[in-house]
């Protein structure tokens, strides 16, 4: 074509279109102040919420609440904000951009392996601000540095995996509104898991529930790695335990997820 | 040089609807097509097939000599795509926007930002373009669409419905934007449900309903055949209204159309303002008493009735939607 120089026949690498789909990810994630301030402050006042108003009235064992609390504050933040996810690519698909992306000559698994790594980093600074807040009221490392970092690297991992689950549900649901309504899933996983109490204060059948489903297991591990015995002693087996099964858990939803997303996307 | 377009008794299923049910259809280098039909007819569903957005279920399509089944990354490497809404990031700029897609179409840096600066400039939108594409006007947003279904340099551009939505005046702006495209010489698919709007842009027209083609070729062979023009009559009294058809039915030969519930009259007639003189003259003889008398291009459910003298199902939603019907 005349108007434009140099028609290239080449197409985008994998990376390059990754990493061009992602940059816009954070770029609409930056400059919507709505999702960075509103996100923020939500999860600061549950947050306090959690700590100061029923945490009084909930026992953790040999731990203090708000160390108890954290941990499973910030895995289970994850989850929330996967919610946003779901719809935010549900609203691609509707606004016609899938279609536009779908229709270049780049490799299939780009835009939503772009769109996994713009939401993972988003969900990074997330973890970052939660765990400052939680710092600020009482929240201290009982084990040492090395684990804490073991600890954020594993939310990271959630975090990419759980990122996944979202997608899918997006692309199924089709809308923005279908996308929040499917989401709605993260409700009995967050608060049916020892995220924000002990599991062995539910009924027995929701015990068998709670203990046997991923965020349980990744919040443990979260747990076990940043206070150390104390934790240990609570929860009855160690980080290696813990760790273990979270990642298995992270694998199996990758396992799972990714296909079906990839699938769906295909099929448009 | 192969052709832009082949389709061969293509076909497409959505459950029970055959959305393009044996659609014939050839595109030559260098033109501009419209594909035109009433909603539902299959402008869509070839579109995304042309795309390789959608798998055909039966029948052959070639894209620059590319079958899309076969080969849809070579398909996708020579097409520019605008669908119906403005597919832009509204938390991006204009010119981010462009960047970004001239990236993915594998251009380096530099080549992109050259690129999306010309683009930007060939559409007007020099001065916005560092502006979030979330201040933008719909106008805007659909011309920087436009852009970059462009910024890749495509041999072929396919343009869904590009102007459904817009007020007159953007309508016209983008026709002027796409004139501009075709004329550096970039093939152009689009669809519309408006006969002006491809008269206005395209150099050949196919016609298609119920996912087949029911008629091509240039715009003045079928405006020939459609009558180039009708002439339409308010009658005030109803009795009047067999003798103002009789009237305008004997200007051009041609047959009247009468809306008994809206006392309208209309006929299709040859171009230029004398046969609306004459009409004039032949009502006046008549001795009827005419509320109104317009002279207007057909609508698209003329254009149909003239071809395959059947009316369409929802002609008057696509005669009501039309800024300049």
């Given at each position: 074509m005349a108007i434009v120089a140099a028609p290239t026949q080449r197409s985008a690498t994998l990376a390059t279109s990754t990493l061009g789909i992602a940059k816009r990810g954070l770029l609409k994630y930056l400059r919507t102040p709505q999702l960075v301030v509103l996100g923020t402050?939500?999860?600061?006042?549950?947050?306090l919420i959690f700590r100061y108003v029923f945490g009084g009235a909930i026992g953790a064992g040999g731990l203090d609440y708000v160390d108890f609390l954290v941990p499973g504050f910030i895995t289970t933040g994850i989850?929330?904000?996967?919610?946003?996810?779901?719809?935010?690519?549900?609203?691609?698909?509707?606004?016609?951009?899938?279609?536009?992306?779908?229709?270049?000559?780049?490799?299939?698994?780009?835009?939503?392996?772009?769109?996994?790594?713009?939401?993972?980093?988003?969900?990074v600074w997330g973890l970052l601000i939660t765990a400052g807040i939680g710092f600020a009221v009482g929240f201290r490392l009982h084990g040492s540095l090395t684990d804490a970092l073991a600890a954020?690297?594993?939310?990271?991992?959630?975090?990419?995996?759980?990122?996944?689950?979202?997608?899918?549900?997006?692309?199924?649901?089709?809308?923005?509104?279908?996308?929040?309504?499917?989401?709605?899933?993260?409700?009995?996983?967050?608060?049916?898991?020892?995220?924000?109490?002990?599991?062995?204060?539910?009924?027995?059948?929701?015990?068998?529930?709670?203990?046997?489903q991923p965020v349980t297991v990744m919040v443990d591990a979260v747990r076990v790695l940043t206070q150390g015995p104390a934790a240990e002693a609570l929860l009855g087996h160690g980080a290696h335990f813990y760790v273990v099964r979270a990642l298995a858990w992270s694998a199996a939803i990758l396992a799972v997820f990714v296909p079906l997303a990839v699938a769906r996307y295909r099929r448009g | 040089m192969p052709p832009t377009i082949e389709a061969t008794g293509l076909r497409k299923r959505f459950g029970?609807?055959?959305?393009?049910?044996?659609?014939?259809?050839?595109?030559?280098?260098?033109?501009?097509?419209?594909?035109?039909?009433?909603?539902?007819?299959?402008?869509?569903?070839?579109?995304?097939?042309?795309a390789t957005l959608l798998r055909p279920d039966g029948g052959e399509l070639r894209v620059a000599g590319h079958n899309v089944r076969r080969?849809?990354?070579?398909?996708?490497?020579?097409?520019?795509?605008?669908?119906?809404?403005?597919?832009?990031?509204?938390?991006?700029?204009?010119?981010?926007?462009?960047?970004?897609?001239?990236?993915?179409?594998?251009?380096?840096?530099r080549t992109a930002k050259a690129n999306s600066a010309k683009v930007l400039a060939q559409l007007g939108l020099t001065d916005a373009a560092d502006r979030l594409v979330r201040t933008y006007?719909?106008?805007?947003?659909?011309?920087?669409?436009?852009?970059?279904?462009?910024?890749?340099?495509?041999?072929?551009?396919?343009?869904?419905?590009?102007?459904?939505?817009?007020?007159?005046?953007?309508?016209?702006?983008?026709?002027?934007?796409?004139?501009?495209?075709?004329?550096?010489?970039?093939?152009?698919?689009?669809?519309?449900?408006?006969?002006?709007?491809?008269?206005?842009?395209?150099?050949?027209?196919?016609?298609?309903d119920h996912g087949r083609t029911i008629a091509a070729g240039t715009p003045s062979e079928l405006k020939q055949r459609a009558g180039r023009n009708v002439i339409e009559v308010h009658v005030r009294d109803q009795t009047d209204l067999p003798r103002v058809a009789a009237a305008l039915a004997a200007l051009d030969h041609g047959e009247?159309?009468?809306?008994?519930?809206?006392?309208?009259?209309?006929?299709?007639?040859?171009?230029?303002?004398?046969?609306?003189?004459?009409?004039?003259?032949?009502?006046?003889?008549?001795?009827?008493?005419?509320?109104?008398?317009?002279?207007?291009?057909?609508?698209?459910?003329?254009?149909?009735?003239?071809?395959?003298g059947q009316a369409l199902e929802q002609a008057p939603d696509n005669a009501a939607g039309h800024p300049a019907a």
């Open positions: 402050i939500q999860g600061a006042l549950f947050l989850l929330f904000s996967g919610m946003g996810a779901a719809a935010g690519v549900a609203e691609d698909l509707q606004q016609g951009l899938v279609d536009r992306l779908r229709s270049l000559p780049i490799p299939r698994s780009a835009v939503l392996a772009g769109r996994a790594l713009a939401d993972t980093a988003v969900l954020f690297g594993l939310l990271v991992v959630f975090g990419f995996a759980f990122e996944w689950l979202f997608l899918t549900l997006g692309l199924f649901a089709g809308t923005p509104q279908a996308a929040q309504g499917l989401a709605l899933l993260v409700f009995p996983l967050t608060f049916v898991s020892s995220a924000y109490v002990p599991v062995e204060t539910m009924p027995g059948w929701m015990q068998g529930f709670a203990e046997h | 029970k609807t055959a959305a393009l049910d044996g659609l014939d259809l050839v595109a030559e280098p260098g033109q501009v097509l419209a594909v035109l039909g009433p909603n539902g007819a299959g402008k869509t569903t070839f579109v995304r097939t042309v080969q849809p990354a070579a398909v996708r490497r020579v097409i520019g795509l605008a669908g119906q809404s403005a597919a832009v990031e509204p938390a991006m700029t204009g010119r981010e926007n462009l960047h970004l897609v001239a990236r993915l179409f594998g251009q380096d840096t006007s719909g106008g805007m947003r659909r011309k920087l669409d436009l852009g970059a279904s462009l910024v890749g340099s495509p041999r072929l551009l396919l343009l869904d419905e590009p102007t459904t939505g817009l007020d007159p005046r953007s309508r016209i702006e983008l026709w002027d934007a796409i004139r501009g495209l075709v004329a550096t010489g970039t093939d152009v698919l689009l669809t519309t449900q408006y006969l002006d709007e491809a008269d206005h842009l395209a150099s050949r027209i196919v016609i298609i009247a159309q009468v809306e008994e519930a809206t006392r309208r009259v209309s006929v299709a007639v040859e171009a230029g303002t004398d046969r609306l003189r004459q009409a004039l003259g032949s009502l006046d003889a008549a001795g009827a008493s005419v509320d109104d008398i317009a002279l207007r291009p057909p609508t698209l459910d003329e254009v149909f009735l003239a071809l395959t």
